[in-house]
């Protein structure tokens, strides 16, 4: 079973190159563009090893300025993420039916974690990772929505199970004036049972649903430190307050397409020992297929908890 909204995206799959030129001399990070709105390669630093201040500063300006960072061919192990993750903040504890549930970390893989076999496709674990091929953004469901998330490739099919990338900031300024304006002060309400649900209706029974109950947030986000603006979308955005639920879920289909155009979009096909760092404020993300029955895939995720007063309903 596949999500109905999964379609691919293809042309954005070749990174388009360009030196990102800071004007400080002392960087020691090299930044390569993957395409001309977001996205950036990062060479040049050991995140498996501890950071100096002055390059942990240019990790971090980079995350604001290009809200997916990607480190080629660095493995890293459970403890190594950790410390690493831990530099951009303190790391949620995963309480949902993932297989890692209770630790730091979010599995994204079909292999059971005790056997090592592959899970069959019509398994519970299996159906509740389909909906991670909903355009989504990490615990964008809790009441303080996350910072940033950190995906570990520990393996990688031969082929399919690429990441893509969409960023509702790059996709912001392109909106209509009308439709900036009928979107401003809006309050989206996100819900953890919503996305399951468009997966297989009704996925969670009441106790689930009542570990998550809905959250508000302010559909357009500002960034602290450049102020741009973006949607804070996805498949967790269920309906907008003061509006009827399916006039919302409208708006948000009509605003989630404008944010998930190929222009606006990275595709990432992984290699063994990548990490992606991505901004889970301004950026959306899905999961793209693979044979699950053949091929084996093991991700493993470190979420970054937000600042409570960055985006508070005020
Ligand atoms: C995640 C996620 C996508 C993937 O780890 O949060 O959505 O391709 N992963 O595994
Ligand atoms: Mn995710």
Redesign the pocket.
């Known amino acids: 079973m596949v999500p109905c909204h999964w379609t691919p995206i293809s042309a954005a799959a070749e990174p388009r190159r360009a030196h990102y030129h800071s004007g400080a001399m002392t960087m020691t990070i090299t930044v390569t563009r993957l395409t001309p709105h977001f996205a950036a390669r990062i060479d040049g630093v050991d995140i498996t090893r501890p950071i100096d201040d002055a390059t942990w500063a240019e990790i971090r300006a980079a995350l604001d300025e290009h809200s997916v960072l990607v480190f080629r061919g660095t493995p890293l192990d459970d403890d190594q993420q950790i410390a690493f993750s831990e530099r951009f903040g303190a790391l949620e504890v995963t309480r949902s039916m993932n297989p890692a549930a209770g630790t730091p970390f979010?599995r994204?893989s079909n292999l059971d974690i005790k056997s090592g076999e592959v899970i069959p496709p019509d398994d519970r674990r299996m159906i509740y990772q389909l909906a991670?091929m909903l355009w989504?953004s990490?615990s964008s469901f809790k009441p303080v929505a996350s910072l940033c998330?950190l995906?570990s490739a520990r393996l990688v099919p031969p082929e399919g199970?690429?990441?893509e990338f969409a960023s509702a900031r790059a996709a912001y300024p392109s909106l209509p004036d009308d439709v900036k304006r009928r979107v401003e002060g809006l309050v989206v309400v996100h819900d953890f049972s919503w996305s399951r649900d468009q997966v297989q209706p009704g996925f969670y029974n009441a106790e689930e649903r009542a570990v998550y109950p809905p959250v508000r947030h302010p559909i357009v986000r500002t960034n602290p430190v450049n102020g741009r603006r973006s949607l804070f979308l996805g498949a967790h955005a269920s309906h907008i307050e003061g509006m009827s639920v399916e006039a919302g879920r409208a708006l948000l289909k009509q605003l989630l397409a404008h944010v998930t155009q190929l222009e606006f979009c990275y595709r990432h096909e992984w290699r063994e020992g990548d990490l992606i760092v991505w901004d889970n404020r301004c950026v959306l993300?899905?999961?793209?297929p693979y044979d699950t029955q053949r091929h084996k895939r093991l991700?493993q995720?470190t979420t970054v908890g937000g600042d409570p007063n960055e985006y508070a309903i005020r």
Do not use: E, F, V
Not at 285 to 288: E, I, K, Q
């Open positions: 979010a994204q991670n989504h990490d998330s995906l199970g690429a990441t993300h899905r999961a793209t991700m995720r």
